[in-house]
């Protein structure tokens, strides 16, 4: 059975620093791309980051670049967030993602077949 495990999330004051991590279990993912989105009550989901299999490429929202940076570990089947410099809106509840084939980041949530269950994220002084 596939799971992705969520972790790190809590509170932060703005201007600090968090890292979420994902581990995988059941299966391997180094072939594919893998992802954070984030998601607020009423909202759709929200792409964050994306990251290649390989761990060479990778994409960031505008909302975050410059300030959050995507990386994953194929060796832990793990993927990870560093969140740097929060704002208050950043304040969700963020998942990870791993696409459902092969192939190159995309920021739409329907190609990720497989996701967490979600980490709390509140940032707030």
């Known amino acids: 059975q596939v799971q992705l495990i969520e972790s790190g999330g809590g509170l932060v004051q703005p201007g600090g620093s968090l890292r979420l991590s994902c581990a995988a279990s059941?299966?391997?993912?180094?072939?594919?791309?893998m992802a954070w989105f984030r998601q607020v009550p009423g909202k759709e989901r929200e792409f964050v980051a994306a990251?290649?299999?390989?761990?060479?490429?990778?994409d960031h929202a505008d909302s975050v670049k410059g300030r959050f940076t995507i990386s994953r570990d194929n060796a832990k089947n793990a993927v990870y967030l560093q969140m740097n410099s929060p704002k208050p809106e950043d304040t969700a509840v963020y998942y990870c993602?791993?696409?459902?084939?092969?192939?190159?980041?995309?920021?739409?949530?329907?190609?990720?077949?497989?996701w967490g269950q979600g980490t709390q994220v509140t940032v707030s002084s």
């Open positions: 990251i290649t299999s390989s761990g060479t490429g990778t």
């Open positions: 059941g299966r391997t993912f180094s072939s594919e791309a």
């Open positions: 993602a791993v696409r459902s084939r092969r192939g190159a980041t995309t920021r739409r949530p329907d190609e990720y077949g497989y």
